[in-house]
Structure formats: structure tokens, C-alpha cells
């Protein structure tokens, strides 16, 4: 079992940055393959980014590509998303995922490839 809390979210202006947190706690969270998905308002949930437990290696959707950085910190159980120049189009509830029965350099990039969520944290670009 793996509990995530994300946190960061919030309102900026266009061309801002923001930082989401999630944390992530567990007796394998350390082990967890994690990711981050949004959903806008009458949208799905779609992929954003996503890490390997190893940290190693990881993937971001073209929308957010060169804007986005996703990273972790396994010594606190903790990722991280820093958005960078974001435009009105990446208002969204973010969405902290992760699944820890894969190997160690293993990037997920679809829901249901992802048996923990967390409640989201809202960010809201205005233009």
C-alpha cells in the first residue's frame, strides 16, 4: 500500500512557475515507479510525466515538454513537478501516481498502468 499527498498547487499568472510535492509513504514507496497526470474541467485525465524508482530515467507529455521537470527525492519519499512558463491551457487538478511492483528502471505512462493515487492539488493559470 503506498499513500501520496500532493501539495504546490495554486494561481499564477502566465509565464509563471510552480512546484508540486508529492509525498509518498509506504513500506515500498521508495520502490514506486511514480507519475503525474492532470485534468482539466469536461477533460480525462491525461499524462503529464513520469519517473522511474531509480530515478534514472524519465518521460513528459509533448505539451509540457522543455517546460516541465519531474524529479524525486527517494531519502524523503518525495517527487517533484517544476513547471516552468505556464500558459493558461495547464489549468488542471494534478494528479500524484504511483505503482510499485516494477522494475527499477520501468516509466509508466498510462492510468492504468498506476494502483495509487492521491487526491490532487489544484493549479490554475490566469492569462
Known amino acids: 500500500q503506498v499513500l501520496l499527498v500532493e501539495s504546490g498547487g495554486g494561481l499564477v499568472q502566465a509565464g509563471g512557475s510552480l512546484r508540486l510535492s508529492c509525498a509518498a509513504s509506504?513500506?515500498?514507496?521508495?520502490?514506486?515507479?511514480m507519475g503525474w497526470f492532470r485534468q482539466a474541467p469536461g477533460k480525462e485525465r491525461e499524462f503529464v510525466a513520469a519517473?522511474?524508482?531509480?530515478?534514472?530515467?524519465?518521460r513528459y507529455a509533448d505539451s509540457v515538454k522543455g517546460r516541465f521537470t519531474i524529479s524525486r527525492d527517494n531519502a524523503q519519499d518525495t517527487i517533484f513537478l517544476q513547471m516552468n512558463s505556464l500558459k493558461p491551457e495547464d489549468t488542471a487538478l494534478y494528479y500524484c501516481?504511483?505503482?510499485?511492483?516494477?522494475?527499477?528502471?520501468?516509466?509508466?505512462?498510462?492510468?492504468?498502468?498506476?494502483?495509487?493515487w492521491g487526491q490532487g492539488t489544484q493549479v490554475t493559470v490566469s492569462s
Open positions: 509506504g513500506h515500498t514507496s521508495a520502490r514506486a515507479a
Open positions: 501516481a504511483a505503482q510499485d511492483t516494477v522494475a527499477s528502471f520501468q516509466v509508466l505512462r498510462t492510468i492504468g498502468d498506476y494502483d495509487y
Open positions: 519517473i522511474s524508482w531509480s530515478g534514472g530515467y524519465t
